[in-house]
């Protein structure tokens, strides 16, 4: 497979398995079918203005791809891949390092590097700051989120690793009409400080 003409920097698989992104430092994100993969990408995004490392399918829309640039870029960038359009670009005001969606929430999840070295927790669709997270001193490198979807974990240049609880999951993973509500005008859970680990 070939279509990148710098290093590939970031890769994310759709939940299925059969959509893989790429970005790269050539500015791009390709999106490559699997099984039937071909030597060719069936799309081609070029609108970003620095390497792209942060990539992230939502859960809920399979084919809503979400992309994050690099310093001279500094966007996040909301792409239907059926059709291949550019729904959305948010300024992030600063380098996109990675991208998570939350499973219960519809929310995003950034982190960054230059030249904020933080976490912004995105409300979707209206992209409205929910949280600023603070506490890396350099860039984040690597976003992980925990199998239940409630902590985040963040990997940064400062050597540090830092526990993020981000969202409060039912147990039971059923949803009442009264969360529903509450989820649907806005409201969250109250986030909880976070853990050091050196």
């Not at 070029?46 to 992230?56: G, M, R, T």
């Not at 506490?135 to 830092?162: F, I, K, M, Y």
């Amino acid at each position: 497979m070939n279509g990148h003409t710098q290093e590939v920097c970031g890769l994310r698989w759709t939940r299925d398995g059969r959509t893989l992104a790429s970005g790269g430092n050539d500015n791009l994100v390709l999106v490559w079918s699997w099984p039937q993969a071909s030597s060719s990408p069936i799309l081609t995004l070029n609108e970003h203005q620095a390497a792209v490392k942060a990539l992230a399918w939502c859960p809920w829309q399979s084919s809503l791809l979400t992309s994050g640039g690099g310093t001279n870029d500094r966007t996040i960038r909301f792409w239907n891949c059926h059709s291949g359009t550019l729904l959305n670009t948010v300024d992030a005001q600063s380098q996109v390092s990675g991208l998570i969606w939350s499973e219960e929430y519809k929310e995003l999840i950034s982190a960054h590097g230059f030249a904020h070295n933080n976490l912004v927790i995105w409300k979707y669709p209206s992209m409205t700051k929910v949280a600023d997270l603070k506490g890396h001193t350099n860039r984040l490198l690597h976003l992980a989120l925990s199998p239940d979807g409630t902590t985040v974990v963040s990997a940064a240049a400062d050597e540090t690793l830092r526990l993020w609880k981000c969202f409060d999951v039912d147990p039971k993973k059923k949803k009442s009409s009264t969360e529903e509500e509450s989820r649907s005008k806005g409201s969250r859970p109250q986030l909880a400080s976070h853990t050091l680990l050196r």
